[in-house]
């Protein structure tokens, strides 16, 4: 007998206990669980007039935008601006917004924009104090006042949500990041070519500095040192006997452009010996001596000739016996 109750007993005690099992688990989050997201919101009123602001999600999220809902209720007869947020944001990029369709019950009128914010990378997001105007239709005349809200600040989502064990290692020493082949292949191109830049910047101030210093010679100095020039070159030893002559007589030739304005280096030997014959600044003699220089070499740059070594230095000697000569006359006359 005594078995029988023990065993009603249990079984009236069964469903008891699966109800309270059951709200147990309901109750228990499970270990590790993510608790669910509830928007955040924030109230500011201010004399009759309630101004609420909701944040969705309410931490920063940077895989997501947030869903920002501005909704104002106050009397029908006050007019309320909803303020612009453009430069209210921190660390948020204004995405879009839309308004909803006024609503009025019970003399009270209910406005609400709703505006998308993106997340940037920043060290805080916030939302800074608002400025609400409102117009109090109510009272003659019209009365114009505001009120300001607080600043908000949200917290922000770690983007690991659970532990992320051994298997992630921070590591912040730098890390040597090496340039493409491309890179290394343009970066020498720009070093040749700046290279060959300053190269050919070099020899063109030598040469610009070597003619200005020419230029500041005087036109004996010149040619006597085109002439020792010349004669380094050791034309004749290289078997280079009519180049010798071609450059000796352009030495000659020069020499009279500058100091007496003659064209020289253009004319033909005989245009040549027919300008300075009827010019007075040179006499027979010096025209003899310069015929008998040009004809010379003449037959050596136009017949072949070639002559021997007292010969080519007898060229020589009347070149600079001419120039030193002609130097010391006209310097006479000056």
Known sequence: ??????????????????????????????????????????????????????????????????????????????????????????????????????????????????????????????????????TDRSRSPAVRGWFPTRPVVLQTRPLLQDDAGEDVQVDLSPVRVYPAPETLALYSLLAILGLGTIVLAVLLLRRIHRTAKQRRLSARERALKELAVLIAKDLIGQDRTKDFYVELTMIVRRYVERAHAVRAPEQT????????????????????RLRAFLE?????????HRPDRPAVDGSIRTAREYIETDSEEEMEED
Not at 13 to 28: D, E, I, K
Not at 270 to 287: I, K, M, N, Q, T
Not at 296 to 304: E, I, P
């Open 1 to 134: 007998m005594r078995q029988h109750w023990i065993n009603i007993g249990l079984r009236a005690l069964f469903p008891v206990a699966f109800v309270c099992l059951a709200a147990g688990c309901r109750r228990a989050p499970a270990p590790g669980a993510a608790e669910p997201d509830v928007p955040h919101v924030e109230h500011f009123d201010h004399d009759g007039i309630r101004l609420e602001l909701t944040f969705d999600p309410p931490r920063v999220d940077l895989r997501r935008d947030m869903r920002l809902t501005l909704e104002i209720t106050g009397p029908s007869e006050i007019d309320v601006e909803i303020p612009v947020l453009d430069d209210r944001l921190g660390g948020f990029l204004l995405n879009g917004q839309y308004d909803d369709e006024p609503v009025q019950r019970e003399g009270r009128t209910r406005v609400c924009r709703h505006y998308r914010l993106t997340p940037m990378i920043s060290e805080e997001y916030r939302l800074a104090p608002l400025a609400i105007r409102y």
């Open 269 to 288: 030997t005989e245009e040549f010996l027919l300008a300075v014959s009827d010019d007075p600044r040179f006499s027979a003699e010096v025209v003899r």
């Open 296 to 304: 010379a070499a003449d037959l050596v740059k136009f017949a072949a």
